[in-house]
């Protein structure tokens, strides 16, 4: 048994345990969450349109059916406007918080821009403010994070992260690759350095074996759990695994697309399973 059951109510996120044979695989989907505490709304003044529209929406129950595969899944319910957990603690600019040092870092830790170029924070945060969303939400998050890593590892000499992500399907103004319209699925692995190439060619495969478009680590190389987990040599593998929403939602609407976002629920389902059998393997 793992050293967690899901978390309380309340809690900033959730894990699932697996309900299935066990596997060394850990689906992470650190940006599906909507809510906003009230402790962190004074600071905030990006939209509930921006909150919804910067959310990876639907993608916790894209993976729903993991645990049934072996897999452990770890999940944010907190809105990356409170804090990415996808960033470092230390990506942050002196306009987003008065500690930041690094130079334009508009979407670090802490967002001071939506996508949409507009305004995410009323002030820069204090040193209490940032600390506490930190404290809060970011800390025990990655604490739980390594946790289940260093139980996969225990258990099977391995750990295989599939940090679970969606994409709008055509960049928005403050995106690097403005108003291109993106591949159906970008995996990505830092140049295939983060995890093993039969981790990263599974996903490929899995994902044209649906007549799907796939583009390597374009327009996303993966963020921090990629670049801070993924270390092939010491047995812990990270491909972040970018869908494209137009394949499961109505990108105007928010609505899932029916028929669709069952579809892509299945694809999901099997890339765990997939992943699983070659990490037990």
Known sequence: MLPFRSLMRDAPFVIHEP?????????????????VPPSFMPELLASARAIGRDADLYVD?????APLEGASV???????????????????????????????SPRGVVWRITT????????????EVFEHRLDVVYRPYH???RAL????????????????HSMPSVARVAHSDRGQVRADV???????????GRYIDAVDAHARSQGWRVAHDEPYKGGFTTQH?????????????????????????????????DDVRGWCRELVALLGRLALD
Do not use: C, W
């Open 19 to 35: 309900a299935g044979r066990e596997t060394p695989l850990i689906v992470e989907i650190p940006h599906a969450g909507l809510s």
């Open 186 to 196: 970008v995996p990505g692995s830092r140049g295939r350095t983060s995890a093993a």
């Open 74 to 104: 770890l999940i944010s319910r907190t809105s990356r406007y409170v804090v990415d957990l996808n960033r470092a603690e230390d990506d942050v600019d002196a306009a987003a918080a008065a500690r930041g040092r690094v130079p334009s």
């Open 143 to 145: 604490a739980a994070l």
């Open 149 to 164: 890593i260093a139980h996969k590892q225990k258990s099977f000499g391995t750990a295989v992260i599939l940090a679970g």
């Open 61 to 65: 129950e894209l993976y729903e059916d």
């Open 229 to 261: 987990y993924g270390r092939p040599d010491t047995g812990v593998h990270v491909v972040q695994v970018e869908i494209a929403r137009r394949l499961y939602m109505d990108e105007t609407t928010y609505r899932r697309t029916p028929g669709a976002f």
């Open 116 to 127: 949409e170029g507009a305004p995410a924070l009323a002030a820069p945060l204090r040193d």
